[in-house]
Nanobody
Framework: QVQLVESGGGLVQAGGSLRLSCGAS????????MGWFRQAPGKEREFVAA????????QYEDSVKGRFAIFRDNGKNTVYLRMDSLKPEDTAVYYC????????????????????WGQGTQVTVSS
């Protein structure tokens, strides 16, 4: 069982930066690949970034490549999403998700692969 709690969201001007954190409780964090998803009003929840269990592989949605970075600290049971050069279209509720995996290098962009979700944190980017 993994419980996830996101933090770090807020209001920022376009071009600014935020760092989201997702703290995990439970014994399976180190066995879990992690992902960040987001959902804007009236839209489907979409993939943003993923990181493998060992941190060695990362995956990004095309629109955030070069602006966002996902990383994890297994010692602190925390995964982060650093977001730079933010745009108004990045406005959404951001969700952290976990999937228990056997492979240390696996990542996934598919929501259905993730069995655990946080409650979300709001990110609003003003123009």
């Amino acid at each position: 069982q993994v419980q996830l709690v996101e933090s770090g969201g807020g209001l920022v001007q376009a071009g600014g930066s935020l760092r989201l954190s997702c703290g995990a409780s439970g014994r399976t964090f180190s066995n879990s690949a992690m992902g960040w998803f987001r959902q804007a009003p009236g839209k489907e929840r979409e993939f943003v970034a993923a990181i493998s269990r060992n941190g060695g592989n990362t995956q990004y949605e095309d629109s955030v490549k070069g602006r966002f970075a996902i990383f994890r600290d297994n010692g602190k049971n925390t995964v982060y999403l650093r977001m730079d050069s933010l745009k108004p279209e990045d406005t959404a509720v951001y969700y952290c998700a976990a999937r228990v995996v056997g492979s240390g290098y696996s990542t996934s962009a598919y929501r259905s692969g993730y069995g655990y979700w946080g409650q979300g944190t709001q990110v609003t980017v003003s123009s």
